[in-house]
């Protein structure tokens, strides 16, 4: 009986302890960590074909200007390509800009939550 009041009274007192914690205060602070836009793939450089113009002199001594089929067809494929070039370098130029612009507006969104945390 002694044994059992003994062993009862023990595990009362060890667990008394854990009733009595201190408070505890965790303060946190935000930190701005900066956002890395990855790189962003460079175009491919522009492959010109060759256009050559052909001068042809009529009977009457008149100079006349024009393309083979061949170099016309290059002159639309060079025109493709420049297309191709300009829309690249546009995507590129958007890209960064939206990931700039998206890091701005977050740093406010956190800049103005730590605001308001502070008041």
Request: glycine share 4%; aromatic share 10%.
């Amino acid at each position: 009986m002694k044994l059992k009041l003994l062993l009862l009274l023990s595990v009362f007192l060890i667990s008394s302890c854990a009733m009595f914690r201190p408070d505890v205060v965790v303060k946190t602070k935000l930190a701005y960590t900066k956002v890395q836009c990855p790189d962003y793939p460079s175009p491919d450089g522009i492959r010109m074909l060759p256009a050559k113009p052909r001068a042809i002199f009529d009977t009457d001594g008149l100079a006349w200007v024009g393309f083979t089929p061949r170099d016309y067809e290059h002159l639309g494929i060079n025109n493709q390509e420049f297309i191709r070039y300009i829309k690249s370098q546009k995507g590129q130029t958007k890209y960064y800009r939206d990931c700039i612009l998206d890091y701005n507006v977050e740093i406010e969104r956190l800049q103005d939550l730590e605001n308001s945390n502070n008041e």
